[in-house]
């Protein structure tokens, strides 16, 4: 294991915790909890959205009951006045933010909220946080010695509006759990198997226009908590260099802190490693005239990803294949926990004097490592268009060998 991921959970824990329970009492705490509801079609999740287009629903009346659920398996039944008022809080705040969560057994909530529809057919877990899991995001596998698993979430966004939903909670969390409180006037019973809570089985990643070969690869690379969500639409059309840059932000934040979440776990982890490095000055030089994407400018401070020269960036410009090759090399030497083979100098490939010079080295060293091939056995072709499928599944290589 890397000296990079010793202080995995402690770190993991802080910012879950600082994700999930900013304005929340100390001692909220996460447990297995869910989004349960018939399988629905997969497709593009909004990066914001209301509270009831989270659960999927147009009429509060939809709602027809509601316990509060504590950890140590006691709960309450909600009754429908007040069930009423926490639903007129929650319905229309706007928005909750879509985040990616990978599910850490180690945090957990003293208590959450379940709903259920009036026909008992659909039931939703709301934590404490005002979060709701709507699904798993990529299929679990194995790596670095566990299995990995990666949750959607839809989370208040970060401002001080969330309060009203806090009050709300801790309102109801005095009138029916907790007994020392002066508004207590719940009746506490043992939970049952339908209060119970479960991490959501359905997986909510699409996948559909992958082309085969990168389908299992892209599966991976999303559950172990590599791939931002936006590059989940258009997989075999060709990378960008923003694109590739937030790829490799994202892959470089796991690395450092494999639970970090895509909201505010993997800007503290940047922020952090760019403290250790001495970064700040150098990402404060950082300018360009068409771009202002913080992940960029980290990105051109740790010599990752450069401009055009010309004062611009160039962010929707694509990616040939001889600079994803460059890029990738990059990353795995600023990651700095692995010994980088040497590129040798034997030919590798009969267009290699199409490579150029500057981008040879790197090309043969992500041949040596097994990360980036060619289009064939003997062809690599540096010129080529590098394609979203194709960043993926090596970022997800490059994460393999740490």
Known sequence: M???????????????????????????????SAFVTSAPMQRYMPAGQPFHAVLGLSDMDEIGSAAMVKQDGQCADIGQEDLRSWLTVYWNFSPFDRVIVPYD?????????????????KSYVVYPNGGVIVGAYGEPSFSHGETKKNYIWYLPYIGNGRNALYTADTKLATKYLFENSDTFAGTLRESTPDDAASLPGQNLLMTADASPWAKAEIQKAAACNLLPYELTDGYRNSITRQEFGS??????ATEFSPDSDSRMGEVATIERVTAERQLADKMQAVSFSDCEDYKIQFLAAAGIILGMGDGTFAPDASITREQAATLLYRTAVFLQNKTIPGAGSASLYDDENAISDWARSAVRTMKSMDIMRGT?????EPKGIYTVEQAIATALRLYECY
């Open 2 to 32: 890397s000296g990079m991921r010793i202080m995995k959970k402690t770190f993991a824990f802080l910012l879950m915790f600082t994700l999930l329970a900013t304005t929340f009492p100390a001692g909220s705490t996460h447990a297995e």
């Open 105 to 121: 057994e180690t945090v957990s909530y003293e208590y959450y909220i379940k709903l259920w529809t009036k026909d008992k057919t």
């Open 247 to 252: 790829l490799m932000y994202r892959l470089i």
């Open 376 to 380: 064939s056995e003997t062809r690599f």
